[in-house]
T-cell receptor
Framework: GAVVSQHPSWVICKSGTSVKIECRSLDFQATTMFWYRQFPKQSLMLMATSNEGSKATYEQGVEKDKFLINHASLTLSTLTVTSAHPEDSSFYIC?????????????FGPGTRLTVL | GENVEQHPSTLSVQEGDSAVIKCTYSDSASNYFPWYKQELGKRPQLIIDIRSNVGEKKDQRIAVTLNKTAKHFSLHITETQPEDSAVYFCAASEGGKLIFGQGTELSVKP
């Protein structure tokens, strides 16, 4: 149980275009989802927290107009990187948490590698 | 906000030896401390966690200790195997959010 999927697993796009990444909880209802960014050989940096049906809460320094997050249902959250630039190239990982499981335990998706040319 | 420091950044051990990774946190209100193992290009995998009402937890070759007073917690891996080689991250939960340490690259040499 507690499986989280992400799509796509990797994407290459041109500078200035937008990219949407989907995060799904496959066998549980995710009341909260989190989006992280991880640069090579670095730690996971929390970008934002999203709760179903409400606006995402962004961490300090993360541009909410550039990284659009939508948590429209209890099983799906999306991250859209708008007007992507090469510096946005990174590994984006989502995680999900459910009130049905031990609180605070997060289950991670497999990640999406974004390369902006 | 919470700040988590993790040491060492790299650790090399011989197969069969023990490995210890240490983390400190700043927010005394944090009450959940998971450890994740991440292989290159893969998702972080939860290997063990501990809550603030427990001082120690063990799962086969892996154990975690927590000292709330000193605000530090440690991961202990005994009888290391080459397949233990990976990057290990500690984290502390602040109001449901996980704040990660910088990571430790563990290399187990056969």
């Amino acid at each position: 149980g507690a499986v989280v999927s992400q799509h796509p697993s990797w994407v290459i796009c041109k500078s200035g275009t937008s990219v949407k990444i989907e995060c799904r909880s496959l066998d549980f209802q995710a009341t909260t989802m989190f989006w992280y960014r991880q640069f090579p050989k670095q730690s996971l940096m929390l970008m934002a927290t999203s709760n179903e049906g409400s606006k995402a809460t962004y961490e300090q320094g993360v541009e909410k107009d550039k990284f659009l997050i939508n948590h429209a249902s209890l099983t799906l959250s999306t991250l859209t990187v708008t007007s992507a630039h090469p510096e946005d190239s990174s590994f984006y990982i989502c995680s999900a948490r459910s009130d049905s499981y031990p609180t605070d335990t997060q289950y991670f998706g497999p990640g999406t590698r974004l390369t902006v040319l | 906000g919470e700040n988590v420091e993790q040491h060492p950044s790299t650790l090399s051990v011989q197969e069969g030896d023990s490995a210890v990774i240490k983390c400190t946190y700043s927010d005394s209100a944090s009450n959940y401390f998971p450890w994740y193992k991440q292989e290159l290009g893969k998702r972080p995998q939860l290997i063990i966690d501990i809550r603030s009402n427990v001082g120690e937890k063990k799962d086969q070759r892996i154990a975690v200790t927590l000292n709330k007073t000193a605000k530090h917690f440690s991961l202990h891996i005994t009888e290391t195997q080459p397949e233990d080689s990976a990057v290990y991250f500690c984290a502390a939960s602040e109001g449901g959010k996980l704040i990660f340490g910088q990571g430790t690259e563990l290399s187990v040499k056969p």
